[in-house]
């Protein structure tokens, strides 16, 4: 079993900032993958980003390309999402989640461990 655990969520202005981190522990060895995800109220979960673990190769959205960064620590099995230039259409609760197999990174079907979510509010 893996647990992930985020934090970092909040309120922030349109054009602000903010860094998400998601800490994994438990069986950490076999992650092939770790992406974020968010869900607007109202809304279907959305892919936003991934990485795979071990090369560090990075996967975005289109709506958040340039804009967001996913980056990974081995040492410390955590991953980290820099979010800037926020727009309002970005507030969602962000889930971080796990995948032990490789596939398609933006398929939410891939991942078998989530986070239990952060709510991340951009205001206008």
């Known amino acids: 079993q893996v647990q992930l655990v985020e934090s970092g969520g909040g309120l922030v202005q349109a054009g602000g900032s903010l860094r998400l981190s998601c800490a994994a522990s438990?069986?950490?060895?076999?992650?092939?993958?770790m992406g974020w995800f968010r869900q607007a109220p109202g809304k279907e979960r959305e892919f936003v980003a991934a990485?795979?673990?071990?090369?560090?190769?990075?996967y975005y959205a289109d709506s958040v390309k340039g804009r967001f960064t996913i980056s990974r620590d081995n040492a410390k099995n955590t991953v980290y999402l820099q979010m800037n230039s926020l727009k309002p259409e970005d507030t969602g609760v962000y889930y971080c989640a796990a995948a032990k197999k490789l596939g398609t990174l933006d398929y939410s079907g891939l991942y078998d461990y989530w986070g239990q979510g952060t709510q991340v509010t951009v205001s206008s």
């Open positions: 438990g069986r950490t060895f076999n992650i092939y993958a």
């Open positions: 990485i795979r673990w071990s090369r560090g190769s990075t």
